[in-house]
Structures are given as structure tokens and as C-alpha cells.
């Protein structure tokens, strides 16, 4: 089911964010954070499904919005990580959660309020420039020629769009300089433990029952749910 909950924002105000939710009554076992960005629409069916299975073993998840994304009504170039890290935390309080899982690039906004799973951790700092050569390659073909470097430069000066994202020069900074922290409470999960396809590389999405289930089995296990 759906849900709405209240998002932190950076002038002391809140915003209602969307989140999907397979607790009906209960307090949410488990916040499922998405990657960031593309990753986050190429994902979304997979990490639905994942929450179904892990409904399955017995355990409930909340998967939020984050400001400016999906049905966010918060501007794209106004986010910042260090205001999605709030967001995280307020939601893992708004829902009372006992433990979240990020997934790749949003390992970096676990400020460690929870116990948390890594699954498939990936440095920020290289989605963005993954995604400054997708820019360049659209922009080439427009007839405009800027290098990935020259983009990231820009974007950091002044902001810009960035393979259809709008991102502030805050946010450029930010992810160019992020650090996913491997600290104590965290469980990392690689991708290989898992198996199955990347779904986060491909255009189309899509999902894998069997990876779900080997994920849902993993973390069911490790939060002692299974």
C-alpha cells in the first residue's frame, strides 16, 4: 500500500513524500532505500518484488521517496546529500524501522540510525561520472561536443542537467566528493553473493524472481526474521 510521510527540508520545513509499504498494521521491519537516480527507475519493479518475497519470510518494508524524486513535488536541483541523509533518518523514525537496506549508490546516506544491509555498494562519485558520459554522448549527437569533464565542471560551478537529472552545483560537489562508510552495524552484501543480472545497468529494467529470493533470504536471515 501506499503511504505518506513527512520529509525533512533544509528551511525547517517538511514535505509529504510518497513510500509503498507492505505493513498494513505493524511497524515496518525493514526501509529499503533505492540507488540513486536512473538506478532508482531501473530498479524500482525489482525492489518491489524484493519486498513481496521478504512479505514471504516475515518480513514487512517501507520503501520512501526521497525529496525530488518519483512523485516528489520538491525541485530536482534543490536536493543535497546531506538533506536525503536527513530524509533517511527522519523516515527510519517516522516508521520505526528496526534496520534499512541501501542499494548501490545510496550506501552513501546511511549515517548509521539503523542497523543497515550494503547491498552491491557503488561510489557515488562514479554514477556521476557514468552519467556525465551518458550527457556527452546525447549532447554529441545534438551536435554539441562538451567531454564528461567539462559537464562535471559545469555542473559544479553552476549546476545542469546530467543524463536528464537536474543537479545543483551542491549536489555536483557532493556526490564528486561522497564516501560510502563500511562502519560498524553494517552487513555488506555483494552483488555476486546474490547472482543474476545487474538490473541497475540495463535501460529496460526489469526483474529476477531468483535474485529477489536470494536477496529476501539474506537479509530475512541476518535481521533473525527468517
Not at 31 to 50: C, H, K, S, Y
Not at 147 to 175: F, H, K, N, V, Y
Not at 183 to 207: C, F, K, M, Q, Y
Request: proline content about 6%; some cysteine.
Amino acid at each position: 500500500m501506499f503511504l505518506e510521510w513527512p520529509a525533512p527540508l533544509p528551511d525547517g520545513g517538511t514535505s509529504m513524500e510518497m513510500a509503498v509499504s507492505t505493513a498494513r498494521k505493524a511497524t515496518p521491519d525493514l526501509l529499503i532505500i533505492p540507488p540513486l537516480f536512473d538506478e532508482a527507475n531501473r530498479m524500482r519493479a525489482q525492489l518491489v518484488l524484493l519486498m513481496r518475497t521478504l512479505q514471504d519470510l516475515g518480513v514487512t518494508s517501507v520503501m520512501p521517496d526521497l525529496p525530488g524524486t518519483n512523485e516528489s513535488l520538491q525541485p530536482q536541483a534543490a536536493q543535497t546529500l546531506p538533506a536525503w541523509r536527513e530524509a533517511v533518518i527522519s523516515a527510519a523514525d517516522h516508521f520505526g524501522v528496526s534496520c534499512a537496506l541501501f542499494v548501490r549508490s545510496a550506501c552513501a546516506l546511511d549515517n548509521g540510525a539503523v542497523s543497515a544491509f550494503h547491498y552491491a555498494s557503488h561510489d557515488p562519485a562514479k554514477l556521476l561520472r557514468a552519467m556525465a558520459r551518458a550527457q556527452s554522448l546525447a549532447e554529441k549527437e545534438a551536435g554539441n561536443h562538451r567531454s564528461p569533464s567539462e559537464i562535471l565542471d559545469s555542473a559544479r560551478a553552476s549546476g545542469g542537467t546530467i543524463a536528464g537529472w537536474q543537479i545543483g552545483p551542491a549536489m555536483a560537489q557532493q556526490l564528486c566528493d561522497s564516501q560510502t562508510d563500511q562502519s560498524d552495524g553494517v552487513t555488506p552484501i555483494a552483488h555476486e553473493e546474490i547472482g543474476g543480472r545487474a538490473l541497475w545497468l540495463s535501460s529496460e529494467g526489469g526483474i529476477d524472481e531468483k535474485q529477489a529470493k536470494a536477496l529476501a533470504a539474506v537479509v530475512a536471515q541476518e535481521a533473525g526474521a527468517s
